[in-house]
């Protein structure tokens, strides 16, 4: 069965530090997205991604956060200069339409900021 | 998107049917609701969506009631591994929009032995 692949699964940084995140979605997906979820709270939607453009993004996706799709299978985040509190489990997600399809969840990049 | 709300815990007996109500009062017409698990902090899993008529698939049922404000997930026989925190989510998709998906704190199912 198709999956939505993330490495690594645990990445830990100093703080200050650049961090790309990366995902190779289902292949005939159109739609990605990226989530977080601080430990013990809720999943938050981040980005979403649509034709080589960002389709939605939530407040807490501000300018030290960028997305890429460098060359048409991955998708990466890039954190510019991580702070403590994105320490975060960082979803990666891929659906085949915007309308009417169901979302498909990697398992994950544990990003630790020390 | 639409507001949902869930009971914050539920048990359920192995192999008895587990039924996981979700209250969605604000849903509008163009408003699909979707349900997602994620079992122990790995990636939420797709479980089920529908618009206005109920829907079945391998995993389990969807029940909408007609005035769209409430829904019912139905795992007909539970079993240990559906231990999860189950998720109600009201969203509108459209072709040209990614949309999102807005979890809340969900259902947290436990399957008891």
């Known amino acids: 069965e198709p999956e939505v692949t993330q490495t690594p699964s645990h990445q830990v940084t100093q703080m200050g530090q650049e961090v790309i995140l990366r995902c190779v979605p289902i292949?005939?997906?159109?739609?990605f997205y990226w989530y977080r979820q601080i430990l013990g709270q809720k999943v938050e939607f981040l980005v979403s991604f649509y034709n080589n453009e960002i389709s939605e993004k939530s407040e807490i996706f501000d300018d030290q956060f960028s997305v890429e799709r460098p060359d048409g299978s991955n998708f990466t985040l890039k954190i510019r200069s991580t702070k403590l509190e994105d320490s975060a489990m960082y979803f990666c997600?891929?659906?085949?339409?915007?309308?009417?399809?169901?979302?498909?969840f990697g398992q994950g990049t544990r990003l630790t900021v020390v | 998107d639409a507001k949902t709300t869930q009971p914050t815990s539920m048990d359920c007996a192995e192999g008895r049917a587990a039924n996981l109500p979700c209250n969605h009062s604000t849903i509008s017409g163009n408003e699909y609701v979707y349900w997602y698990r994620q079992i122990h902090s790995q990636g939420p899993q797709y479980i089920i969506h529908?618009?206005?008529n109920n829907e079945t698939n391998e995993m389990a049922s969807l029940i909408i009631t007609e005035d769209r404000k409430s829904s019912t997930l139905i795992l007909p026989h539970a079993t240990l591994r559906d231990t999860a925190v189950y998720y109600c989510i009201v969203s509108r998709r459209e072709n040209t929009n990614a949309g999102k998906s807005t979890f809340g704190d969900g259902t947290t199912l436990t399957v008891k032995p």
């Open positions: 292949s005939n997906h159109l739609y």
């Open positions: 529908g618009l206005k």
């Open positions: 997600a891929s659906s085949l339409h915007g309308a009417n399809t169901e979302a498909f």
